[in-house]
């Protein structure tokens, strides 16, 4: 009989959000409202560049850092957008935002260390943690409107803490921060010393205030890891192309572990990539604008249910609650069997996500329409 496996994968699951996914696709005339995948196709021009780098073969390794002309211009992308002063030397080209952030954590984290996210949150972190041996603690920001508070974060930091993560706008709330947020959360992170893992994949899809980057602050720079990509800004989700942007101390190490992992970004995903941050960086602007439409709808129609929610400032996500007790899971399957309506449970975003069901509106008008007709009158017949 061979040996056991390593027991830190076996404590792991499968994202709730692909379970309740997979468990309602194969019903008939069941729409969902379920996956945060853009309903916009991938700019014609970034499209032509990956057939370019095909038909004139440039199909082989990159350096593992990822091509430096992408490294340049994605710096340069990014810092023209957020004002900050990345390096080329800074970047590395990674398979989605995903593996950056397995990559950051993989690096960082001893057995016994501490990790803190603010919860509801997207399932993709903890179980990245628990590979590591390391153990994840959940503060709760559902009585602040699902932002992290300075005060909430320092009430959470032991002496085993070593890294916070913090995405905005948020999956599964769509919640941002502001300067001044941001600013004070800054401060506990240098008073105590800490990494902090910022997440904003979906930073180009900020709708009432102008996204800002915790790369503004210089006096973070030696503790700071900032995850980006264009899965969600330029309808990539298939090429996975995402960035890591760190201090320079780290980068060496951040790419042997890409290295013996998959030695290099895929290049053919790279040449598209370049392209996506130079002839079309404007992309993300018209999503932007049809995802605003869509949550100003959203919201009108599910305030004008009763239900109270927060309105998101990012992302294309609402995290809403519904006058009923059952588990979220429970509930969620019952929308589905009599309404024909999928939402996520709010239990797939951790320990305070119970209770919540998550929308996606990153469907067309229609689609959105029909969803909330069929949640509406599900309500009427409670």
């Known amino acids: 009989m061979p040996k056991s496996i390593n027991s830190a994968v076996e404590a792991i699951e499968l994202s709730g959000i692909r379970k309740f996914f997979n468990l309602v696709q194969d019903k008939d005339d069941v729409l969902s409202l379920t996956i945060g995948q853009p309903d916009f196709t991938t700019p014609e021009s970034v499209k032509q560049a990956a057939k370019d780098a095909l038909d004139t073969n440039k199909t082989s390794y990159t350096q593992n850092q990822g091509l430096f002309e ?24 990674t398979v989605g935002a995903s593996q950056a952030i397995d990559i950051a954590l993989r690096t960082l984290l001893t057995p016994g260390d501490e990790v803190i996210l ?4 997207y399932p993709g972190y903890e179980p990245l ?23 909430a974060l320092e009430a959470a930091i032991t002496k085993q803490t070593k890294v916070v993560i913090l995405p905005y706008p948020s999956n599964p709330t769509g919640v941002t921060l502001t300067r001044e947020e941001l600013n004070q959360i800054k401060d506990v992170i240098i008073k105590h010393d800490l990494y902090l893992i910022t997440d904003e994949i979906y930073s180009t899809i900020s709708f009432d205030t102008p996204h800002v980057s915790m790369g503004v602050f210089e006096e973070l ?17 298939g090429f996975r192309i995402g960035f890591l942007f ?3 101390k780290l980068m060496d190490q951040f790419t042997k ?3 013996y992992n998959v030695s290099c970004a895929t290049s053919t995903s790279q040449y598209a990539a370049l392209n996506a941050v130079t002839k079309a960086k404007d992309a993300p602007v018209n999503m932007r604008k049809a995802y605003l439409e869509r949550r100003d709808y959203v919201y009108q129609r599910l305030t004008a249910m009763g239900l109270e929610v927060v309105r998101p400032g990012g992302a294309f996500y609402f995290m809403f609650k519904l006058n009923d007790s059952r588990p979220s899971f429970d509930l969620a399957l019952d929308l589905v069997n009599k309404a024909r309506v999928a939402f996520v449970p709010g239990s797939s975003f951790g320990r305070y996500g119970e209770g919540y069901l998550r929308l996606s509106y990153a469907y067309s008008f229609d689609t959105l329409k029909e969803g909330l007709d069929r949640l509406e009158q599900y309500l009427l017949q409670q």
């Open 70 to 93: 992408l490294r340049d211009k994605a710096s340069q992308y990014i810092n023209d957008l957020y004002n900050t002063t990345w390096t080329p030397e800074q970047v590395l080209i």
């Open 129 to 151: 943690v628990t590979l590591q041996n390391a153990s994840v603690v959940e503060v709760d920001t559902t009585p602040t409107d699902f932002k992290l508070t300075p005060e």
């Open 257 to 259: 572990v890409l290295q």
């Open 221 to 237: 720079s030696e503790q700071l890891i900032v995850i980006n990509g264009l899965s969600k800004s330029h309808a990539m989700t």
């Open 246 to 248: 760190g201090p320079r």
């Open 118 to 121: 603010p919860s509801p949150i």
